[in-house]
């Protein structure tokens, strides 16, 4: 009985490593540095914003659930440079491929439209910060590989993203104007 109980023990164990293992490389593999707390903070705002009617408050509630509240500077600067964060681009499209359809482009359109309204409500400040952030070789480097990382996302998922990109590249455009 002893030795039976051992053997089935040992499979188990076995088994176990062999899960988590797999778990581990296909989290990689679809993820790849995308960090389980970040995920569990785009995770979590989103289900305390789904239950939101209208899109433009929905799109404010996940941002102030993931990041602080929007009137602090710092925290909406963070909004805008995750837009740049090759990692947070794939759980953002993760997260958006698990949105509910009727809610996809009122989403977009939302978050296109709170991209325009940062960039008409910056503060000289912030628009010298946020300058300085992006021309810098880290800020270049950083660019460079969001356009990368967009560019091997899914069609249908870019061209859903069509209005949130235009908004982002006129703030880019914007910030290089004296």
């Given at each position: 009985?002893?030795?039976?109980?051992?053997?089935?023990?040992?499979?188990?164990?076995?088994?176990?490593?062999?899960?988590?293992?797999?778990?581990?490389?296909?989290?990689?593999?679809?993820?790849?540095?995308?960090?389980?707390?970040?995920?569990?903070?785009?995770?979590?705002?989103?289900?305390?914003?789904?239950?939101?009617?209208?899109?433009?408050?929905?799109?404010?509630?996940?941002?102030?659930?993931?990041?602080?509240?929007?009137?602090?500077?710092?925290?909406?600067?963070?909004?805008?440079?995750?837009?740049?964060?090759?990692?947070h681009i794939?759980?953002?499209?993760?997260?958006?491929?698990?949105?509910?359809?009727?809610?996809?482009?009122?989403?977009?359109?939302?978050?296109?439209?709170?991209?325009?309204?940062?960039?008409?409500?910056?503060?000289?400040?912030?628009?010298?910060?946020?300058?300085?952030?992006?021309?810098?070789?880290?800020?270049?480097?950083?660019?460079?590989?969001?356009?990368?990382?967009?560019?091997?996302?899914?069609?249908?998922f870019r061209?859903?993203?069509?209005?949130?990109?235009?908004?982002i590249m006129?703030?880019?455009?914007?910030?290089?104007?004296?």
């Amino acid at each position: 009985m002893k030795k039976r109980t051992t053997r089935i023990l040992l499979w188990g164990s076995l088994a176990a490593l062999i899960l988590i293992g797999a778990g581990a490389a296909v989290w990689v593999r679809i993820f790849r540095y995308y960090r389980l707390k970040d995920v569990m903070e785009d995770v979590q705002a989103g289900l305390k914003a789904r239950h939101i009617k209208e899109p433009q408050a929905r799109v404010e509630a996940f941002l102030e659930a993931r990041y602080g509240p929007l009137t602090q500077p710092a925290n909406r600067a963070r909004v805008f440079l995750d837009m740049f964060n090759q990692d947070h681009i794939k759980g953002l499209n993760f997260i958006v491929s698990h949105t509910p359809p009727e809610h996809k482009r009122a989403n977009t359109q939302a978050m296109a439209q709170w991209i325009a309204n940062y960039r008409e409500t910056m503060t000289p400040d912030e628009r010298v910060a946020l300058q300085a952030r992006l021309n810098s070789e880290e800020g270049r480097a950083m660019l460079r590989q969001a356009t990368s990382r967009y560019q091997a996302q899914d069609v249908y998922f870019r061209g859903a993203q069509k209005p949130v990109i235009k908004e982002i590249m006129t703030t880019l455009a914007a910030l290089r104007e004296p």
